[in-house]
Structure formats: C-alpha cells, structure tokens
C-alpha cells in the first residue's frame, strides 16, 4: 500500500504525539513523584525551621518568665522596704528636728547665760558702790542714825552668799543643758 506523503506524515505525527503522550504520561509521573519527593522534602524542611523558630521562641518565652519572676521578687522585695525606709526618713526629720531645737535651746541659753552674767555683774558693782556708800555714811552720819545704817546693810545681800549662789546656779544650768 502506497501512502502519500501526507498521509505519512499525518500519521508519523500521530504516532508521536501518542508516543509524546505516553511518555508525557509516564514522565508526567515520574514529575509528580519527583514533585511529590521536593515538595515532602521541602515541607520537612519547613517544619524543621518552623520547630526550630518554635524551640527558639520558647527558649526565649522561659527566659523572659524567669526575668519577670525575678523583677516580681525585687518588686515585692522594694515595696516591702517602704514602710521601713519611710519610717527611717520619718525618724532621721524627726531627730534633725531634735537637734535643730537643741541647737537653738543652746544659742538661747548661752544668750541668758551671758545676760545673767552681765546682770549679776551690774548687781554686784551696784550692791559694791550701796556698801561702799554705807561704809562713807557710816563714818560721817551722827551716831543716833547709825541704827538706820545697820537696817539698810540688813537688806543688802551677803556677798559671799550670793557668790555660792551663783555657782550653784551656773552648775545646774550648765549641766541640765548638754546633751
């Protein structure tokens, strides 16, 4: 049988697009399962960077746990301290209070002091220049007055008695004021 040259080539296109066909198919498997093999390799490897980020974040969780527990503790530990430290700053603006007011007690009783000095000093030379009067009135007055004299020296203070005074007074003043 004579086949023309189209016919030939009508069917030598057939037969290679059948063979195509097959092969194709038979490629298109071996594609798929080779697909199938990069795809399920692939995937693995996802999961394996997607476990290894899980691992990771975890890692990560635990240790920020660990340093909120830990800050937890030192707040706890802070708030606890508080009250005491308030308490401590309460007694130290207590006691410089204290020795603010000591201070002053202080100046202020140093002040009186030296104005009890100065007094004692004005009533001393003042009852010095009475006696001394006295002492003159008694050598030039008449005698029949002379009794009048002794009445007056009567209400003058005894020096030495007055010294003995002002010791004692100075040694409780002093002593009473140091802290």
Known sequence: MYLSEQAETLIKQDFLKDNRSNGAH?????????????????????VAVLQATIDTLQ???EVKDRQIE????????????????????????RQQRLEQENRRLRDENYYLQSELQEERSFTERLTDGI????????????ERLRPLLEKARELL?????????????????MGGMEL
Do not use: C, N, W, Y
């Open 70 to 93: 830990q800050q937890t503790q030192t707040i706890t530990r802070l708030r606890s301290q508080v009250p005491s430290m308030k308490k401590r700053l309460e007694e130290a603006q």
């Open 26 to 46: 038979t490629d298109t498997r071996t594609e798929r399962s080779i697909g199938a093999v990069l795809e399920q390799s692939q995937e693995a490897g996802v």
């Open 59 to 61: 890692g990560q969780l």
């Open 157 to 173: 203070p005894d020096p030495e008695i007055g010294q003995q005074q002002e010791q004692q007074q100075h040694q409780r003043g």
């Open 131 to 142: 006696g001394r009067m006295l002492d003159f009135l008694e050598e030039h007055l008449p």
